[in-house]
């Protein structure tokens, strides 16, 4: 007699549903066998080639991602894709790398409406744009039943790419829709007549394709045709004759009748030269001048003529303490100088060096260092300007208002919107070197004045007017009170290097 065991033996599971009974599991392979042949074959997931994967993956990367376009609109859009290049048989075929993406596509159509001059779109259900809902998703009527959304409403019945991989469509395989009469059976009366537009349309792109015609994809037509000017080529040739012209921001192309050639723009110059010398009136020529630069600048016309008149401006804009200007100015002199087209190069070098003394930017300064040449620092405004350099690394504040009293061309202007700075940090070397007290008269002769009544004013303006005391022998300043009593309002100078303090 057999051994009994001490369990019973079960079938190893293969599957999630309930575990088969002992006399299940042996009916189980006829069951499953004689059900193969007749169980309708299940849809599965679709295996979508690796360049579509891709492709719907950059669209949805938050890099290409282009502010205006939601993801619902990007989603219509890459569904209407997929599912052309299924119908037409191009899936494999299409080079999905180079093909733009949708949310470029919706762009370029927006683009195209807003330049035709023409309204967006009405917005429909949930937001999307009527241009981009698939129209077999859109209803007939308002009286339309929720019987009527099956697969004969205008669709082959053919199950959409995207239901496919999608895991919250995975119930529709288990509805069942009543059979339907087709909409356009027995003509087009008894029918609706929105099949029909779509059925031509449908007809026409295949017999494009027939011919050889490369169809026209869905997503580059457009009702509205490309109306958008053209650029020119070549440079604007002006035809303008006026001497002054206010300054507008370009918009679109150069139109030719308000651009002046260059016969007028150097007539222009030596009018508005004249007009400053006269009327003072900076406003008036700093508009002027920006006009001028537009006109030479769509012109492109680089030669002796533009660099002087950047170089007349920049000037204009130092003595006015107009910094943003001249530093768009010394710019693009920089880039006219390396091209060998004359001008003052050592000069503009110079003011470029005490600029950036002022902006305490070392990065630059060690870049202008380094590319300066024998030739150049033996000029005496380059000279001059490096001297001040080494007289702030080495805080030489008796050398530095030296070299400030001094300043060859227009560099004073420069200095000055610094000067407060260090005569604040040449104060405070004073308090704590020379003790108890010291003239004020020494003060204004190491601070760079020109009299005792702007030393004074100077220190009373940053709160020091405790410190003066008046004697016998003149006003002295109290150095040894005073002490560390103007560090912050350094220190406040420094951290803002664009303040003018004390001029």
């Given amino acids: 007699?057999?051994?009994?065991?001490?369990?019973?033996?079960?079938?190893?599971?293969?599957?999630?549903?309930?575990?088969?009974?002992?006399?299940?599991?042996?009916?189980?392979?006829?069951?499953?066998?004689?059900?193969?042949?007749?169980?309708?074959?299940?849809?599965?997931?679709r295996d979508w080639p690796a360049p579509?994967?891709?492709?719907?993956?950059?669209?949805?990367?938050?890099?290409?991602?282009?502010?205006?376009?939601?993801?619902?609109?990007?989603?219509?859009?890459?569904?209407?894709?997929?599912?052309?290049?299924?119908?037409?048989?191009?899936?494999?075929?299409?080079?999905?790398d180079k093909l733009p993406l949708p949310?470029?596509?919706?762009?370029?159509?927006?683009?195209?409406?807003?330049?035709?001059?023409?309204?967006?779109?009405?917005s429909q259900r949930n937001g999307y744009p009527k241009s981009i809902v698939p129209e077999t998703n859109q209803p007939k009527s308002k009286k339309r039943k929720s019987s009527d959304l099956g697969p004969a409403d205008g669709t082959d019945g053919r199950i959409a790419p995207w239901s496919q991989v999608n895991g919250r469509n995975a119930f529709e395989s288990r509805i069942s829709y009543p059979e339907k009469r087709p909409r356009n059976e027995g003509g087009p009366d008894n029918g609706s007549s929105k099949s029909f537009p779509i059925l031509d349309g449908r007809k026409k792109r295949f017999e494009h394709t027939a011919h050889g015609i490369s169809p026209v994809l869905p997503w580059r037509t457009s009702a509205i045709q490309d109306t958008r000017p053209q650029e020119p080529e070549g440079p604007v040739i002006g035809r303008c004759q006026d001497?002054?012209?206010?300054?507008?921001?370009?918009?679109?192309?150069?139109?030719?009748?308000?651009?002046?050639?260059?016969?007028?723009?150097?007539?222009?110059?030596?009018?508005?030269?004249?007009?400053?010398?006269?009327?003072?009136?900076?406003?008036?020529?700093?508009?002027?001048?920006?006009?001028?630069?537009?006109?030479?600048?769509?012109?492109?016309?680089?030669?002796?003529?533009?660099?002087?008149?950047?170089?007349?401006?920049?000037?204009?804009?130092?003595?006015?303490?107009?910094?943003?200007?001249?530093?768009q100015c010394q710019?693009?002199?920089?880039a006219l100088y390396a091209q060998k087209l004359g001008g003052h190069p050592t000069e503009f070098l110079a003011y470029r060096i005490l600029y950036l003394l002022h902006t305490s930017n070392r990065t630059d300064m060690n870049d202008v260092?380094?590319?300066?040449?024998?030739?150049?620092?033996?000029d005496p405004a380059v000279k001059h300007a490096l001297d001040t350099r080494s007289a702030l690394a080495l805080g030489n504040y008796h050398k530095f208002f030296q070299l400030y009293l001094n300043t060859p061309h227009m560099g004073a202007y420069l200095m000055d919107m610094f000067a407060g700075r260090e005569r604040l940090a040449a104060l405070s070397a004073i308090c704590r070197a020379y003790k108890p007290d010291v003239k004020l008269r020494f003060a204004t002769e190491e601070l760079g004045f020109e009299s005792?009544?702007?030393?004074?004013?100077?220190?009373?303006?940053?709160?020091?007017?405790?410190?003066?005391?008046?004697?016998?022998?003149?006003?002295?300043?109290?150095?040894?009170?005073?002490?560390?009593?103007?560090?912050?309002?350094?220190?406040?100078a420094s951290a803002r290097p664009g303040s003018k303090l004390g001029i």
């Fill in 452 to 492: 005792d009544d702007e030393s004074a004013r100077f220190i009373c303006d940053h709160g020091g007017q405790h410190f003066l005391e008046e004697r016998d022998e003149g006003v002295r300043l109290m150095t040894a009170k005073a002490s560390n009593f103007f560090e912050p309002a350094l220190k406040a």
């Fill in 369 to 378: 260092l380094a590319d300066l040449t024998p030739t150049d620092k033996q």
């Fill in 1 to 45: 007699m057999p051994s009994s065991t001490a369990f019973t033996t079960v079938t190893a599971r293969r599957a999630f549903g309930r575990p088969l009974t002992a006399e299940a599991a042996v009916s189980a392979p006829a069951a499953t066998s004689a059900s193969s042949s007749s169980a309708p074959p299940d849809r599965g997931r």
């Fill in 331 to 334: 710019t693009q002199l920089r």
């Fill in 103 to 122: 949310q470029m596509m919706i762009q370029e159509e927006r683009a195209r409406l807003q330049d035709a001059g023409l309204p967006s779109p009405p």
């Fill in 52 to 96: 579509v994967r891709s492709y719907v993956q950059r669209s949805f990367a938050e890099e290409n991602s282009i502010p205006g376009i939601k993801h619902q609109e990007m989603e219509v859009k890459i569904k209407q894709i997929i599912s052309h290049s299924v119908e037409a048989g191009t899936l494999a075929v299409t080079d999905w």
């Fill in 243 to 327: 001497l002054e012209k206010g300054y507008f921001r370009l918009t679109s192309a150069p139109n030719p009748d308000t651009v002046r050639p260059l016969p007028v723009l150097e007539k222009t110059l030596e009018h508005l030269k004249k007009k400053w010398r006269q009327d003072k009136n900076y406003g008036f020529i700093c508009n002027q001048f920006k006009s001028l630069r537009q006109d030479v600048t769509v012109q492109r016309i680089k030669n002796g003529f533009t660099v002087n008149a950047y170089e007349i401006h920049a000037r204009i804009a130092l003595e006015q303490g107009d910094l943003s200007e001249y530093n």
